[in-house]
């Protein structure tokens, strides 16, 4: 007898809750109140900020860490210490989180968008080439939901025309390609430690850098211009206080001893997933290839396809989310189409270039696709628990496609 879906008032699937993000406990305690007893709550006078940027560029392959207060300040940090000039270009994929882009407009650059691979949701590198122009100075790959861009690729063409390339790993915590950690591979590499990200300390991010030329330049534009042997008052270069605060510090260095074996969980976890799902007609987990040695699972991406499986998208996150499986249909716009970008509503930012540019013409047709039709993911911390836990994910998809054709009718009189 077929199980009636629950979104049509049949069983649950699912009735206990996945694991609970951020994981924190005695540790995290006693580094914060260490911090707190100790008074010296900023980065200048404590230890916790300098001991979290230390360990996190060692065990992300890089010489220097420059703690930040975000993931959008890094990036513009990155930019900022890479030479970036007024109106220069930037190549960024349009399938990310809008500081992607936004942090390029705030370093007064012009963000130039290039599509995805369909297949890895990751930008493509031959679309990259083609973006490139006498302006171009940076190139900015995404690792995106944790799986890392095609460096090698992407690495050639920045060699051949002399670009910069500051790796976007806010979702890249412990991620490897081919064994070497995301954020190590390009110029500079930015991370995010915000809320959602696998690791964290609510508000947060770091450079990462093996030159010690762009780690100098990222510690001044940090810190107010200042320069190593300068007096205190000096300030050298535009710049401001971007400085990460000591309980920040504390909770990330408490968070960092977590985040091997975390990351060890979710991608085995994230493995075993896709290879289930991919044995079901119409869903597509992110292709992973050779050269991605961890994923870190940030996001579980995978593409509906909505022909195959028969109801769309919104129908199936909905019977999913039904089922106890809490799902999100991913980036509802490629950034270009955000109005952000069709107004040019970028304040003081680009004031020559925003008479000209025309983000209405922009076209990255696989983008489009995964926007508006195909795409889907689940968060990290539902990697953090027992393999069963991918097994009820996996039979909740598996009930949902033998019962496709009872959800598409539902999802026809709900005019989905
Ligand atoms: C790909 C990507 N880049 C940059 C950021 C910005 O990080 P933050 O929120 O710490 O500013 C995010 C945050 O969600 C992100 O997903």
Same mark, same amino acid.
């Given at each position: 007898m077929p199980q009636t879906l629950a979104i049509l008032g049949g069983a649950k699937l699912r009735n206990r809750?996945?694991?609970?993000?951020?994981?924190?406990?005695?540790?995290? &305690?006693?580094?914060?109140?260490?911090?707190?007893? $100790?008074?010296?709550?900023?980065?200048?006078?404590?230890? /916790?900020? *300098? &001991?979290? &940027?230390?360990?996190?560029?060692?065990?992300h392959g890089a010489k220097h860490g420059i703690g930040v207060v975000n993931g959008t300040v890094s990036l513009r940090v990155a930019l900022m210490a890479a030479g970036i000039k007024s109106e220069d270009e930037v190549i960024v994929p349009p399938y990310t989180f809008l500081s992607t882009a936004s942090a390029v407009v705030e370093a007064n650059a012009v963000p130039v968008f290039a599509d995805v691979d369909l297949e890895t949701f990751n930008l493509d590198p031959k679309a990259v080439e083609a973006a490139i122009t006498p302006r171009t100075r940076v190139i900015m790959p995404v690792h995106m939901a944790g799986q890392p861009a095609d460096m090698d690729a992407i690495m050639a063409i920045a060699g051949r025309h002399k670009l910069v390339?500051?790796?976007? *790993? *806010?979702h890249a915590h412990g991620a490897l390609y081919r064994?070497?950690?995301?954020? !190590?591979?390009?110029?500079?590499?930015?991370? $995010?430690?915000? !809320? !959602?990200?696998? %690791?964290t300390s609510g508000e947060g991010g770091i450079v990462v850098t093996s030159d010690d030329t762009l780690a100098a330049a990222c510690r001044s534009i940090h810190d107010c211009g200042r320069v190593a042997g300068g007096l205190w008052y000096e300030h050298h270069v535009m710049s401001g206080n971007y400085r990460l605060g000591e309980f920040q510090g504390a909770i990330l260095n408490a968070q960092l001893d977590r985040l091997e074996a975390q990351t060890q969980t979710r991608d085995r976890n994230g493995q075993y997933l896709a290879a289930k799902l991919s044995q079901l007609p119409g869903i597509y987990p992110q292709k992973r290839p050779a050269d991605c040695t961890r994923h870190s699972y940030h996001l579980f991406l995978f593409r509906i396809d909505v022909a195959a499986f028969g109801a769309p998208r919104q129908a199936v996150l909905r019977a999913l989310e039904a089922e106890g499986v809490p799902v999100c249909g991913g980036y509802a716009l490629p950034l270009y189409r955000q109005p952000l970008f069709l107004n040019r509503a970028f304040g003081p930012y680009l004031?020559? *270039?925003?008479?000209?540019?025309?983000? !209405?013409?922009?076209?990255?047709?696989?983008? /489009?696709?995964?926007?508006?039709?195909?795409?889907?993911?689940? &968060?990290?911390? %539902?990697? %953090?628990?027992p393999q069963t836990d991918m097994d009820d994910i996996a039979n909740a998809f598996e009930k949902v496609y033998n019962q496709r054709h009872a959800l598409a009718r539902w999802a026809k009189e709900k005019s989905l």
């Open positions: 809750p996945f694991t609970s993000w951020p994981v924190f406990g005695k540790p995290e &305690e006693q580094r914060l109140l260490g911090a707190l007893r $100790s008074g010296k709550w900023g980065k200048l006078n404590g230890p /916790e900020v *300098a &001991e979290f &940027e230390q360990r996190f560029a060692t065990m390339v500051i790796e976007d *790993a *806010a064994q070497c950690p995301a954020g !190590s591979i390009g110029h500079l590499g930015s991370f $995010s430690f915000q !809320s !959602s990200k696998n %690791l004031p020559n *270039a925003s008479q000209t540019l025309d983000y !209405s013409k922009v076209s990255c047709p696989n983008c /489009e696709k995964i926007c508006r039709e195909q795409g889907a993911w689940f &968060e990290q911390s %539902l990697f %953090l628990g």
